[in-house]
């Protein structure tokens, strides 16, 4: 599976629209971006997953380049219930069943 | 559909004692999975399930046993605790899509002291 480089941590205002940014230079053409977050010590919670489209629901939307080595996260308006960790995992569509979480980026969002 | 339920949430074992995590899942997902995570760690994968009947080790096998008798039920047994043992324990499930594509759903976590 393709690593991932992830800022350490961001800050955003409430309400504006938050844009956590991942590379992904050396994904291959089956390799699938996700994301997922972590609040606290609570289990982590499953955003959002695309191939090569740009993709939206109900929590966020995940733009991916062209060439396919980096990609944004947006959530739209952030509260401070979105604070939290946020990983980019990038995984290919077969093989091992792992999960590879890195370090992610600490996302803290400012009253 | 309450998802992927664990049990306990907390737990303290003395060194030597056994326990059984408990996971289940109310979305009739094939797949299933344990994770660690230790603090300030990412995930590792302990084992996981690709359906009733079938397991398989993932990357920290050593010290645990899993069963996979039924579609929602999937625990994780500790035989000996260790104090390495020590960690939030997460247990996770997803569909069986196109490859191996669909999301995984994690539980709240069982976290667990060894001492």
């Known amino acids: 599976d393709a690593k991932t480089t992830q800022p350490t941590s961001m800050d955003c205002a409430e309400g504006r629209a938050a844009n956590l940014p991942c590379n992904h230079s050396t994904i291959s053409g089956n390799e699938y971006v996700y994301w997922y977050r972590q609040i606290h010590s609570q289990g982590p919670q499953y955003i959002i997953h695309g191939l090569k489209n740009n993709e939206t629901n109900e929590m966020a939307s995940l733009i991916i380049t062209e060439d396919r080595k980096s990609s944004t996260l947006i959530l739209p308006h952030a509260t401070l219930r979105d604070t939290a960790v946020y990983y980019c995992?990038?995984?290919?569509?077969?093989?091992?069943?792992?999960?590879?979480f890195g370090t992610g980026t600490r996302l803290t969002i400012i009253p | 559909n309450a998802g992927v339920t664990q049990t306990p949430k907390f737990r303290i074992l003395k060194i030597g004692q056994s326990m059984t995590l408990q996971c289940t899942q109310d979305m009739n997902h094939n797949y299933m999975y344990w994770y660690r995570q230790d603090p300030g760690m990412g995930l590792k994968l302990i084992y996981y399930s690709v359906g009733a009947g079938i397991t398989d080790k993932g990357e920290v096998p050593n010290g645990y046993n899993v069963s996979r008798s039924t579609t929602e039920d999937f625990p994780l047994r500790l035989e000996l605790a260790a104090p390495s043992q020590t960690s939030v324990y997460f247990c996770?499930?997803?569909?069986?899509?196109?490859?191996?594509?669909?999301?995984?759903?994690f539980g709240d976590g069982t976290r667990l002291s060894i001492l």
């Open positions: 995992i990038v995984r290919g569509n077969f093989g091992n069943e792992k999960l590879t």
């Open positions: 996770a499930s997803r569909l069986r899509g196109q490859g191996s594509n669909q999301p995984q759903h």
